[in-house]
Structure formats: C-alpha cells, structure tokens
C-alpha cells in the first residue's frame, strides 16, 4: 500500500487536493489512536519533525516532569482522506503516522510502533528481511438513536455471508470498502460474519509495521464511514452475549529476500523446519502473550467453547478448533493463522510479542507437538490430558500472571511498555472484579 513520497510531492498534493488539516496520528500502548490535528500552514514544521505534544497526557507515555515529545512523521504514511471538512471553507484532511521521539531526538521506547521496528530488526539479525501480516478484523454494527447515541440494537439480523435485504449494512459495507481503496488497500474479501451485525473485511498482507498502521486507519475509516449511515461500528471482543465475538485472525509469514521462509516443498506438509520452530515458539509463549492479543476483560468472554473462537493451545492444517491453523495455501502464501487474537488489542504489540515467541522458538530449535485433527470442542478432560493440550487464559487476571513468569514476552515489549501494561490492566481487572454485575443480582439477590 505505501508508495515513497518526498515532501515535495507532499505539498504538490496538499495543493491539487485543498488539503487544510493534517492529522498526526500515533498510537497509545492501550491500541487507541490518538492525534494532533494542525492546520496545514505547519507543514513544514511537520515534515521537518520538529513538532512537539504532551506526551503525560498519553496513556503509558510518561511522567507530567518528562512530558515533550516530538511527533516524527513516516512520510509512506501520508493519505489524503475523501471527506471533507465541515467547516464553512470545505477543505481535505491528511494524514501521517508518526513515531514518537525524546527530546532530544532519540527514539521513545514507550512507543508501540518504534517497539515493532525494534522486534523486526531482531527478525533481520537473524536473516529475515520481512515479517508480513495478513490481518482478518471483525467488527459489530449498532444502530445510532436520534441523538447519535448508541443503542444495542443491530443493524441486521444477517449471517455467514447473508445478502441484502437481510444484510441490511450492504452498502454501508460497500462504502467502506471503496473508501479504503480509494486509500491504496487492496481489498482481497467483504462479507457478513457469522452473528447479526457482524461483518468481515479483509486486504492484502503486508510488512507488520505497514499492516499494523492498516489495522489503525481501518478502524478510523470503518467507524467514519458507518456513522454516515446512522451506525456505530465496534471492534469490541464480546459486545453481547449468546452469539459470537469478534477475532482478528493473524495470517504471519516470515520472508528471506524473495522466498517465504516457511515454504519447503520437500517437507510432507510442505512446511519448511523454520516454520515448525516457529509455530512451537507460539505455542510454547501463548498463555503469556494473550495478555497482548486478548488485552481487555471483555477478550475472555469471547475465549469461551461453543462460539467458534480457539480456546485451547493447540495447531493444525484443517481443523479449525485450535488456536493455530495453517491454511491450505502454499509458495508465497504458506503462513499460520493465529486465531485467537481478537481487534481490541494493540496491533503494534500484539505483533511485537508473536514475532518474538515465533523468531524464540528458530533460536532455541523448538519441536511442536503433534497435530490435532480432532474437534477439540468435543474432547473431555481426560482427552485433553492425554493429547497434552492446554487452554488459553480464561481471563485478564491469568492472563497477566503468565505474562509476569515469561522474560521472552516480557523483553519484546521492553521495560517501559512492560510496566505501564501490567499497570493499567491491573487497575482494569481490579475495577472489574470490585463491580457487581447485573448477572449476580439476577442468580442471588433473591435467592439470598
């Protein structure tokens, strides 16, 4: 998707297109976009890096005693966004993505995406040249009440690959995705999910670095252009219950120059002995990077059997029940799926920590266990034992203790975001295990 540009073809475009804003756009360790939006009279000072924010008011960044930072554009991010201003001179919005410098100049190794960079270079000492990811992000649509409040009802009651009229978000669906590739996405699928309201759309892999900047204008352009259509677009785990969550399936393949790494024609499953090493070195790390790929309370009401989400460590080329599955595609395209990620989590981290368990696994020489080609749903616990499969974290809490144990995990986000993640997510699940909920009132309020 991203092409070089020079800032002289930058303000060449800033001109044909009356560009009037230009959105900063950085990423917090919690995965929210933040931005600083200036008007376009500050380009050269953008460019030129040498605009600064307040980086304590940014959740996990720094102290209110350490708080400038520079904002360092990565110009093969620069966008121009279709919609225009509502301001009374219609004008365009730009965008770049933008690392987060210190003061003077050195990387901040509080950010999410130069801590990715960081994760690659250690993939490229190992002779890697490329790390790609091919994202699948689900999302939910509900209706909007006539203040723009958001409501719990669906916008449709659709399923796997349903039509108008019962996929009633069909143009919305299709708005969004000629918006996306008006930005350069190549849209490879757009489809209804499996639960009401849920819906699918998927683009051409990428290097992780690109596809996890992707991952963030996706949401932006997805959320944009469902409010248009009186809906709220939500990229939450488990937004009700009884149907299914939504997962951001990970399709990762390494490269060497040309050739996918993870391809060996020779091998049975045409699996090459890296790809075997790596897929171990997933497995072995996956109740610790959970904490990554699965950031929220709400993740684990998704990790649950009976709604098609992976609850148990486990791998295989067919069977979709276990966490790992790798498709059928081969060449270019050998990769494996990891299926228990799901859209809340932070893209830049949740690649990082998968990158540094798999690239683990190639160092240390790990052996996966056996395949599983049974439905893993349907095993009892003996079963479970007796083909040594464990299950993922059943919440945040576990979650963040196995994170704790793991120095692999712990060294791939560094000390500052390590700290600042086990932090606020320990402030999350202690709010949430002091709430009474309405299913306790429900079962023991009167029973008691």
């Known amino acids: 998707m991203m092409s070089k540009i020079t800032k002289e073809e930058i303000f060449q475009e800033v001109k044909e297109k009356n560009v009037r804003f230009l959105r900063l756009m950085f990423t917090d360790i919690l995965g929210v976009v933040k931005n600083v939006e200036v008007p376009v009279s500050q380009l050269d000072k953008v460019l030129d890096g040498k605009m600064m924010f307040d980086g304590s008011s940014i959740e996990g960044f720094v102290r209110i005693q350490e708080s400038d930072m520079y904002l360092i554009p990565d110009l093969e991010t620069w966008l121009v966004f279709s919609w225009e201003t509502d301001s009374t001179k219609k004008g365009r919005v730009a965008r770049l993505i933008c690392d987060i410098a210190n003061p003077d100049g050195t990387p901040f190794l509080g950010d999410p995406r130069t801590n990715l960079k960081r994760m690659m270079n250690e993939a490229r000492e190992l002779g890697f040249t490329s790390f790609n990811l091919g994202p699948e992000p689900e999302f939910f649509l509900f209706k909007l009440d006539e203040n723009d409040e958001i409501t719990e009802k669906l916008n449709d009651s659709g399923g796997y690959f349903d039509l108008a009229p019962t996929d009633l978000a069909e143009n919305c669906r299709r708005d969004i995705v000629l918006e996306l590739e008006d930005l350069g996405f190549e849209i490879e699928a757009s489809h209804h999910e499996v ?9 051409k892999y990428a290097d992780a670095v690109e596809a996890c900047d992707n991952i963030q204008t996706f949401k932006l352009v997805v959320k944009t252009v469902a409010r248009k259509y009186g809906l709220h677009a939500t ?3 488990k937004p009700l219950f009884g149907i299914n969550g939504s997962g951001m399936h990970c399709n990762m393949s390494l490269f060497k120059g040309e050739e996918n790494a ?77 299926r228990s990620v799901d859209p809340m989590a932070n893209p830049y981290l949740a690649l990082a920590v998968m990158l540094k368990a798999g690239l683990d696994g190639i160092k240390n ?24 499969i464990k299950s993922l974290p059943t919440s945040l809490h576990s979650a963040l203790k ?10 791939a986000l560094g000390n500052h975001i390590y700290i600042n993640f086990v932090k ?25």
């Open 262 to 338: 993870f391809y060996d024609e020779t091998d049975e499953r045409q699996l090459s002995t890296e790809a075997y090493q790596f897929l171990a070195g997933l497995l072995h790390h996956a109740p610790a990077f959970t904490a990554l790929t699965n950031p929220t309370v709400n993740s684990y009401k998704r990790l649950v059997p009976g709604y098609e989400a992976p609850v148990y460590i486990a791998w295989s080329c067919s069977n979709r029940t276990p966490m790992i599955r790798i498709p059928a595609s081969r060449g270019l395209s050998t990769r494996l799926e990891v």
């Open 235 to 237: 990229f939450m785990a």
């Open 424 to 448: 606020s997510k320990t402030v999350e699940w202690d709010s949430y295990k002091a709430e009474v909920s309405k299913w306790e009132k429900e079962h023991y309020l009167h029973l008691y």
């Open 195 to 203: 639960a009401p309201g849920q819906h699918e759309i998927d683009w």
């Open 365 to 388: 020489e790990m052996t996966p266990p056996e395949e599983t080609n049974d439905n893993i749903y349907d095993m009892n616990e003996v079963e479970l034992e007796e083909q040594a």
């Open 402 to 411: 196995a994170l704790k144990r793991n120095e692999t995990i712990k060294e």
